[in-house]
């Protein structure tokens, strides 16, 4: 026998014994948008919950402030900031803007980020809802 051939078969009994890779699972676009769709769903299955005595309404201006991709990560951060004070650090919706936030593009943003009232729940619920459905309306675009 020759020692390639040799060689052959010690690399295939190695491969045999080879452990598997454990861990979280590599994502792929379309698994990660399909991920972050679902965290979507969630959050607002747990906004909806929320026992809010009235809710605002959104200006014009807040709402483009919302919808701008440059601000997307800066508003997520108003709204980690807002969720962990008033829902705390274990509750759903915090868990889940966590999650979300390494996925979301880094840009340099060119004006402030959203406010979300202190302690005004309505407040955080309405924008909340609207910042979602802007990131899901972008995903769903690129899903086309």
């Keep these: 026998m020759s020692s390639l051939l040799i060689l052959h078969w010690l690399l295939f009994l190695l491969a045999l014994y080879t452990p598997q890779a454990q861990g979280a699972p590599v994502k792929t676009p ?7 769709l679902n965290l979507i769903r969630e959050i607002i299955n747990e906004l909806d919950k929320l026992p809010v005595a009235s809710e605002d309404f959104l200006n014009s201006n807040e709402k483009r402030r919302l919808m701008k991709t440059s601000l997307w990560r800066p508003n997520l ?3 980690l900031t ?16 966590k999650e979300i936030q390494p996925i979301l593009p880094t840009t340099m943003p060119t004006e402030e980020s959203i406010l979300i009232e202190k302690d005004n729940l309505g407040d955080f619920r309405v924008k909340l809802k609207e910042y979602l459905s ?11």
Excluded: H, M, P, W
Aim: overall charge negative.
């Design 30 to 36: 379309g698994t990660q948008q399909c991920y972050v």
């Design 77 to 79: 951060e108003e709204f």
């Design 82 to 97: 807002f969720a962990t004070n008033s829902l705390g650090e274990d509750s759903k919706i915090t868990k889940n803007l």
């Design 134 to 144: 802007a990131i899901r309306d972008s995903l769903n675009c690129k899903n086309t």
